[in-house]
């Protein structure tokens, strides 16, 4: 008989905790952005209030949901986090490097494209080993 393996993995632990970071995240960059709407027109912030907004309130949301499909045990919570992560960090990316003042971008790069690496390193480990997992328990 085999014996039977705990749900909440060291990996899914830590996985599920940056969903909810993220989730946080983007509730609180929705809020600061409708809360000091005026203060960043005044500033001439680019993009603007309301890509702010929006972005914080769709970051939040789908992380808020994602989190709560992980917290509920889905049966593919491990792959909408991942994707989620891999996702974010495009976003994040692509926003640094275009939205970025000249010059601002740049700062501290090599820290931070490593950091990335290697939480999407372990992000990718932690998805494939529980889908492996998931596998081996079906065909076995």
């Keep these: 008989m085999k014996s039977r ?4 993995s ?5 996985l599920a905790g940056g969903v909810a970071l993220l989730a946080i995240s ?21 993009p603007g209030p309301a890509y702010i907004a929006a972005s914080g309130l769709v970051i ?10 992980a917290l509920a045990r889905y049966r593919l919570a491990d792959l909408f986090q991942g ?4 996702g974010y960090t ?7 490097l275009l ?13 931070a494209a490593g950091a990335t690496l290697l939480g999407l390193a372990f992000t990718a480990g932690v998805v494939v080993y529980h889908q492996k997992n998931k596998w081996d328990q079906f065909t076995s």
């Design 99 to 111: 939205l970025s003042p000249p010059g601002s971008n740049r700062t501290n790069l090599p820290f």
């Design 90 to 96: 495009l976003w994040y990316w692509t926003e640094r």
């Design 5 to 8: 393996q705990r749900y909440w």
């Design 26 to 46: 983007g509730w609180l960059r929705f809020q600061q952005a409708v809360e000091l709407w005026g203060w960043l027109n005044w500033l001439g912030a680019v």
């Design 83 to 86: 994707g989620f992560i891999y």
């Design 10 to 14: 060291t990996g899914r632990v830590v």
């Design 60 to 69: 939040g949301m789908v992380a808020t949901v994602i989190f709560i499909s």
